[in-house]
């Protein structure tokens, strides 16, 4: 079935630093895909998403653009903060579920 | 809170134990969705409903696994004979049907019930 990876963590950034964080998908067709965060002690939340490719989606100050090229989904924010500090899940739909990449730790020093 | 609203949040149980999690939904919502989060992983699908109808049950939901969700409202997972492996973090999420298109894909989780079988 249709499924994404992304990197592997944990990652430690400096507060201003640039993030990456790298997520491939393989899917039958071009589906909708997502970012999900969980901060400390919270449930997780949507980011953002795209439902088209080269659509980019954006919120918080992060960014991914949908890729068919590459078949990626890649999350960017130009300058974290410690607020940032949090698991982060690549995710597309599968019929009418999600299916999440393993998640990707992010950790923001002061 | 109007979120999505588990309990207990935490439960330390003895091997061969039950025990059972409670989910209540976003009201307005008619998905109701069960995953298993274990350390280092991403949330892993066990269930879902629609209303009332459980329409999906993963592989991982062996049969000392069951999820009601009778009044189309709250929803309960039961673990029966719990083993150690069972210790995760099990997540509930909900969505509106509007979802059904695939071009939503935001689901509302709740904060998770964790269980540590001892």
């Known amino acids: 079935g249709d499924s994404v990876t992304q990197m592997e963590g944990p990652v430690t950034l400096s507060e201003e630093a640039f993030l990456t964080i790298n997520c491939t998908y393989t899917?039958?067709?071009?589906?909708?895909l997502f970012w999900y965060v969980q901060y400390p002690g919270e449930g997780l939340q949507l980011l953002l998403k795209?439902?088209?490719?080269?659509d980019k989606g954006s919120n918080k100050g992060f960014e991914a653009t949908y890729r068919k090229e590459t078949t990626s989904f890649h999350l960017e924010k130009g300058s974290v903060q410690v607020s940032d500090s949090a698991v982060y899940f690549c995710?597309?739909?599968?019929?009418?579920?999600?299916?999440f990449g393993a998640g990707t730790t992010v950790t923001v020093r002061a | 809170d109007t979120g999505v609203s588990q309990d207990p949040r935490h439960k330390i149980t003895k091997r061969g134990q039950n025990v059972t999690f409670r989910c209540d939904p976003i009201?307005?919502?008619?998905?109701l969705y069960w995953y298993r989060q274990t350390l280092g992983q991403g949330p892993e699908f066990l269930t879902y409903?629609?209303?009332?109808?459980?329409?999906?049950k993963s592989r991982l939901l062996s049969d000392r696994f069951s999820a009601e969700r009778p009044k189309g409202s709250f929803s309960t997972l039961e673990i029966q004979r719990t083993e150690q492996g069972d210790s995760a973090m099990y997540l509930c999420?909900?969505?509106?049907?509007?979802?059904?298109?695939?071009?939503?894909?935001?689901?509302?989780f709740g904060e998770g019930s964790r269980l540590t079988v001892l």
């Open positions: 999420a909900s969505s509106s049907l509007t979802w059904a298109s695939g071009s939503s894909g935001e689901l509302f």
């Open positions: 899917a039958t067709g071009y589906p909708s």
């Open positions: 795209a439902t088209k490719a080269d």
């Open positions: 995710a597309l739909p599968n019929d009418y579920k999600l299916s």
């Open positions: 009201s307005e919502h008619n998905r």
């Open positions: 409903f629609q209303n009332e109808a459980q329409l999906e």
